[in-house]
């Protein structure tokens, strides 16, 4: 969450201030392979929807279709499971008739502003709620207010539905930060013009293709890719415009790590090796939409430019000595700050095997980010650095440890990937215990609250509380394009989820706690035919499970 939407001087410096008309600015990116112009040519379907109001879910009475977990080895993740959806239903709204947006939301809990990088989070965990509340589609309402260039407002207010007037280019300068105080030089290629529509502030984290990707992967949904396609190269393509600097990198200001120490080394125009990595995830990301739809050419040409931006922060943002990777300054130096930015690369894929175990080495490292609870934001050795959490000065925040947890799990480091969010429930859960909730961030210390840190925050540190305990406690994970289940079945104790759906289908999975033979009964329905695979122990077992039929398995 934004430190400065907490403290934010632009409210004052814009107050009063009224969008009088948006400027159209041709969608021609800078170096593309391909022209989006066939792209581009289609309407925005988001655009054209207009919302029919309809009853917000309520929890008591939307509580009996969420998916009961089961985990009888500690009923306290349980009770922190149901007490994050109590909170979660707090936060779902109905757009008002003049915000022009399309969808009911969840919302990030903090002002009367939507955000773009909280609500991609919060999708997450919603997705194992759906279609019983509002998750994914909360995304509608960013691409229903995407500028005619590709630009979308990382923050819109909720009730007028119109961007943050502090992150309004209202100068028509050239690319600027007006929190950072600072205009943006091109190093090694032209300023582009016009000016873009929105500051630097706005334009940061492009992960709205991963956001969409993990709803597929529950939902199974191709015809929302579709829907979604076009404004997604958009966006796309508005980042390389604006932000790619002239070393084929991408710039930031503080890419929402509000009082990072990293942020003073890359005013200006340095490039962030977070948002590099990010625009590699984005270009694979397209290519796959672009598969799933049968745009050969255009998958060919995201792949590419992909491994181009891989190949560059390889070769300048990896430091071969400390074996890390580092932002760099307009100048092109390293800088000299070791963040969680880092990792980024890790679920960008842009690490080679040898780097990749450079950073788990670095994960496991006391020194810096092996902390009692990790992923701290910040390395422990750097200056700063803050035991109580500092906000982006070493807490843990559920964002960016997903984001280093899907990172792990893409360079095959499941074991890791687990113990890191197993860790995190512990902490959390012992927090909840003390406190009767869940915050917005956490120390890497100790099992407390940060410092500071809003409590209730449901919020990303929903991630947590659910999908974690679905995921890596209970062990399931779904993949509704390939009609598969597998689990993961860690704990002795009884486990399992009762009414998980994916796809289209619901289903019952229990595994019970051994006996006194030491097998144990495995049993799952489903109303509609899947693919479950377990392991337990090292077995590997595949059950075809049909419609309609209660299966029982010994393990």
Same mark, same amino acid.
């Given at each position: 969450?934004?430190?400065?939407?907490?403290?934010?001087?632009?409210?004052?410096?814009?107050?009063?201030?009224?969008?009088?008309?948006? !400027?159209i600015?041709?969608?021609?990116?800078?170096?593309?392979v391909?022209?989006?112009?066939?792209?581009?040519?289609q309407?925005?379907?988001?655009?054209?929807?207009?919302?029919?109001p309809?009853?917000?879910?309520?929890?008591?009475?939307?509580?009996?279709?969420?998916?009961?977990?089961?985990?009888?080895?500690? +009923?306290?993740?349980?009770?922190? #499971?149901?007490?994050?959806?109590?909170?979660g239903?707090?936060?779902?709204?109905?757009?008002?008739?003049?915000?022009?947006?399309?969808?009911?939301?969840?919302?990030?809990?903090?002002?009367?502003n939507?955000?773009?990088?909280?609500?991609?989070?919060?999708?997450?965990?919603?997705?194992?709620?759906?279609?019983?509340?509002?998750?994914?589609?909360?995304?509608?309402?960013?691409?229903?207010?995407?500028?005619?260039?590709?630009?979308?407002?990382?923050?819109?207010?909720?009730?007028?539905?119109?961007?943050?007037? =502090?992150?309004?280019?209202?100068?028509?300068?050239? *690319?600027?930060?007006?929190?950072?105080?600072?205009?943006?030089?091109?190093?090694?290629?032209?300023?582009?013009?016009?000016?873009p529509?929105?500051?630097?502030?706005?334009?940061?984290h492009?992960?709205?293709a991963?956001?969409?990707?993990? +709803?597929?992967?529950?939902?199974?949904?191709?015809?929302?890719?579709k829907?979604?396609?076009?404004?997604?190269?958009?966006?796309?393509?508005?980042?390389q415009?604006?932000?790619?600097?002239?070393?084929?990198?991408?710039? %930031?200001?503080?890419?929402?790590?509000?009082?990072?120490?990293?942020?003073?080394?890359?005013?200006?125009?340095?490039?962030?090796?977070?948002?590099?990595?990010?625009?590699?995830?984005f270009?694979?990301?397209?290519?796959?939409?672009?598969?799933?739809? /049968?745009?050969?050419?255009?998958?060919?040409?995201?792949r590419?430019?992909?491994?181009?931006?891989? +190949?560059?922060?390889?070769?300048?943002?990896?430091?071969?000595?400390?074996?890390?990777?580092?932002?760099?300054?307009?100048?092109?130096?390293?800088?000299?700050?070791? %963040?969680?930015?880092g990792?980024?690369?890790?679920?960008?894929?842009?690490?080679t095997?040898?780097?990749?175990d450079?950073? !788990?080495?670095?994960?496991?490292?006391?020194?810096?980010f092996?902390?009692?609870?990790?992923?701290?934001?910040?390395?422990?050795?750097?200056?700063?650095?803050?035991?109580?959490?500092?906000?982006w000065?070493? +807490?843990?925040?559920?964002?960016?440890?997903?984001?280093?947890?899907r990172?792990?799990?893409? #360079?095959?480091?499941?074991?890791?990937?687990?113990?890191?969010?197993?860790?995190h *429930?512990?902490?959390? =859960?012992?927090?909840?215990?003390?406190?009767?909730?869940?915050?917005?961030?956490?120390?890497?210390?100790?099992?407390v609250?940060?410092?500071?840190?809003?409590?209730?925050? !449901?919020?990303?540190?929903?991630? =947590?509380?659910?999908?974690?305990?679905?995921?890596?406690?209970?062990?399931?994970?779904?993949?509704?394009?390939?009609?598969?289940?597998?689990?993961?079945?860690?704990?002795?104790?009884?486990?399992g989820?009762?009414?998980?759906?994916? /796809?289209d289908?619901?289903?019952?999975?229990?595994?019970?706690?051994?006996?006194?033979?030491g097998?144990?009964?495995?049993?799952?329905?489903?109303n509609?035919?899947?693919?479950l695979?377990v392991?337990?122990?090292?077995?590997?077992?595949?059950?075809?499970?049909?419609?309609?039929k209660?299966?029982?398995?010994?393990?």
């Open positions: 969450m934004s430190h400065k939407r907490r403290f934010n001087p632009v409210n004052d410096y814009m107050k009063g201030f009224l969008i009088k008309h948006r !400027v600015i041709a969608a021609v990116a800078v170096g593309a391909v022209c989006a112009q066939e792209i581009c040519a309407p925005n379907y988001f655009k054209t929807v207009t919302y029919t309809s009853p917000l879910p309520v929890f008591r009475e939307t509580k009996e279709k969420l998916p009961p977990p089961i985990f009888d080895e500690n +009923s306290l993740y349980v009770q922190m #499971y149901w007490k994050t959806w109590e909170l239903f707090r936060n779902f709204h109905e757009p008002t008739p003049k915000s022009g947006f399309p969808s009911q939301f969840i919302d990030a809990a903090f002002n009367q939507i955000f773009l990088w909280d609500t991609c989070f919060l999708t997450m965990f919603c997705n194992y709620a759906h279609p019983s509340v509002p998750g994914i589609g909360s995304l509608d309402n960013f691409y229903a207010k995407q500028h005619d260039d590709g630009e979308i407002c990382r923050e819109i207010n909720r009730t007028s539905g119109i961007d943050f007037e =502090g992150w309004i280019n209202r100068e028509r300068r050239n *690319l600027f930060s007006r929190w950072g105080k600072f205009s943006v030089t091109y190093k090694g290629r032209e300023v582009p013009q016009p000016p529509v929105l500051t630097l502030d706005s334009l940061n492009p992960i709205l991963w956001a969409e990707k993990e +709803s597929i992967r529950i939902t199974g949904s191709r015809e929302r890719i829907r979604v396609f076009e404004p997604l190269v958009r966006y796309y393509r508005a980042f415009r604006y932000i790619r600097q002239g070393n084929g990198l991408y710039m %930031t200001d503080w890419a929402s790590m509000d009082n990072s120490p990293r942020n003073d080394f890359i005013k200006g125009g340095g490039t962030a090796v977070d948002t590099s990595s990010q625009m590699v995830l270009g694979n990301q397209l290519a796959e939409f672009a598969d799933l739809l /049968g745009k050969k050419k255009e998958a060919d040409a995201f590419k430019e992909a491994a181009e931006t891989s +190949s560059l922060i390889r070769e300048k943002m990896w430091d071969p000595d400390k074996e890390f990777f580092y932002d760099l300054t307009l100048d092109g130096e390293r800088t000299p700050i070791k %963040t969680i930015a990792y980024w690369v890790l679920l960008a894929g842009a690490a095997r040898e780097q990749a450079a950073l !788990v080495a670095e994960l496991n490292n006391p020194k810096t092996g902390r009692p609870h990790r992923v701290p934001t910040l390395a422990a050795d750097q200056a700063g650095y803050n035991k109580y959490g500092g906000y000065r070493g +807490s843990v925040w559920a964002p960016t440890e997903t984001m280093v947890i990172g792990l799990e893409r #360079y095959g480091k499941h074991d890791l990937a687990r113990e890191i969010a197993m860790e *429930l512990k902490h959390i =859960g012992t927090v909840f215990e003390k406190t009767g909730t869940v915050w917005e961030n956490y120390s890497a210390e100790m099992s609250q940060g410092r500071p840190s809003k409590p209730d925050f !449901v919020g990303w540190t929903g991630i =947590g509380p659910i999908l974690y305990l679905f995921e890596f406690a209970i062990g399931i994970k779904a993949d509704a394009v390939e009609n598969r289940i597998v689990w993961n079945v860690t704990s002795p104790q009884r486990v989820i009762e009414k998980f759906w994916f /796809g289908k619901t289903v019952d999975l229990v595994c019970e706690a051994a006996g006194e033979n097998k144990r009964t495995l049993k799952v329905s489903s509609k035919p899947f693919t695979v392991h337990w122990k090292g077995n590997r077992t595949r059950i075809e499970v049909p419609a309609g209660e299966i029982s398995q010994q393990l």
